[in-house]
C-alpha cells in the first residue's frame, strides 16, 4: 500500500509503508509542537493499485499514531 500525506489539502510527502507514515507524523509532530500539536491540518490518504482511476481513501490518523 502506497500513502500520501496531505497538509491542508496540499500533497507533502508520499510514503509506501505504514512504518514511514508514523515515522513522519511523529517527526511533524514534534517539529509543530506549538503551531500544530495536534496535527489536525493533516490527512493521510491510502493509495492502492487504482488510485490513479478512484483517487484513494482518506484513513484516520489515530492509526499511525
Known amino acids: 500500500m ?3 500525506i496531505l497538509l491542508d489539502g496540499e500533497r507533502v510527502a508520499h510514503m509506501s509503508t505504514d512504518e514511514a507514515v508514523s ?6 509532530s ?9 496535527a489536525l ?12 482511476l ?3 481513501k482518506l484513513v484516520d490518523r ?4
Open 23 to 28: 515515522a513522519w507524523i511523529a517527526k511533524y
Open 62 to 65: 489515530e492509526r499511525f499514531l
Open 54 to 56: 478512484v483517487g484513494g
Open 41 to 52: 491540518h493533516l490527512q493521510i490518504l491510502e493509495r492502492g493499485a487504482l488510485a490513479w
Open 30 to 38: 514534534k517539529d509543530h509542537a506549538e503551531d500544530d500539536p495536534s
Open 2 to 4: 502506497a500513502y500520501t
